[in-house]
């Protein structure tokens, strides 16, 4: 079976200089920094990390995991007495994401490619009450395409202090080299072998744009081909995460359990993703393909713990 290939990271938030931040700039208004900075000179090096870890507080709202719900459906008492894991990597990804605006960053946010996501859900999330986010990058790494960076969110309790939820992020630019750093030659990867077929999603053309109503995450590349094609991409591709709430839908638990995805290649709206879902104990594995050309899209784990 195929299994993602998660990278072994811990986080290291320590040391960090603390940013505090009231309201959080909407992802739009980060959105038009990245398009304003594309005016800008570029550095063509990545040197270091800002070596900041911005926090503020904010809550999953009944509205957004009602909305959330809507499109992708509940889980028992999660989605209806806590949240669902992925409203929390929607509530906490407007900060992450204004920090990666800052020119100080020294990845441009325009073109990062995700590649992997794992969350570490340990404690039943409250809705609609006060969290205390924080974001931070570590680890810029040399890849044969170009330099990685981790992207870490964790999210407390803010009265008791007590870590609820945490994340990690790969993210690729292919534009930035780490000087004086060797670039790992490309792994080779075996030939995808498609599993039995479970399940069947079919994504409608317009699936990016509702995806980006209830999250607020309206990239270009999602919403049409128009927009995705004046980005230099051959068209419009489904979010990832939509693809990690989708394969989470009807199988959260109550806490604590982790989930991870990896990304292969982009889902082509409108797309019929062949899906198998394969549980082994405490470990269910999915994966995603496109069944007509045998291409992989994502594999994918949810672990009870």
């Not at 630019?173 to 498609?194: H, I, K, N, T, Y």
């Not at 839908?249 to 806490?255: H, Q």
């Not at 994966?287 to 045998?294: F, L, S, V």
Request: aromatic letters at 6%; one cysteine or more.
């Amino acid at each position: 079976m195929e299994t993602p290939n998660i990278i072994d990271s811990d986080p290291k938030p320590e040391s960090l200089r603390i940013v505090s931040v009231q309201e959080t700039p909407s992802l739009t208004s980060s959105y038009g920094k990245v398009a304003a900075s594309v005016v800008r000179p570029k550095k063509p090096i990545a040197v270091s990390l800002p070596g900041t870890c911005w926090q503020t507080t904010d809550v999953i709202s009944r509205q957004l995991v009602d909305d959330y719900n809507s499109l992708l459906g509940a889980s028992g008492s999660v989605g209806h007495n806590s949240a669902p894991s992925l409203t929390a990597h929607i509530t906490a990804f407007s900060l992450s994401t204004a920090m990666m605006a800052e020119r100080d960053f020294p990845l441009p946010l325009l073109g990062m490619v995700h590649l992997q996501h794992k969350v570490w859900h340990m404690s039943d999330i409250p809705i609609g009450q006060p969290l205390r986010i924080a974001t931070w990058a570590q680890n810029l790494a040399p890849h044969h395409a170009g330099t990685t960076v981790e992207i870490w969110v964790q999210i407390f309790d803010p009265t008791t202090d007590k870590l609820l939820w945490q994340s990690m992020a790969l993210y690729l630019s292919r534009s930035v080299q780490l000087p004086g750093a060797e670039q790992p030659q490309r792994p080779q990867r075996e030939r995808f072998q498609p599993p039995a077929i479970t399940a069947q999603w079919h994504l409608p053309k317009d699936i990016g744009r509702r995806y980006g109503a209830v999250s607020g995450d309206r990239n270009p590349i999602h919403l049409s081909n128009i927009t995705a094609k004046a980005l230099g991409m051959p068209g419009a591709i489904a979010h990832g995460m939509y693809a990690a709430g989708r394969m989470l839908a009807g199988r959260e638990t109550t806490a604590p359990y982790t989930w991870a995805i990896e990304f292969a290649s982009p889902m082509r709206l409108p797309a019929k993703v062949a899906v198998n879902y394969h549980q082994a104990d405490d470990l269910e594995l999915i994966t995603g393909w496109n069944a007509r050309k045998d291409k992989l899209h994502f594999t994918a784990e949810i672990r009870l713990h």
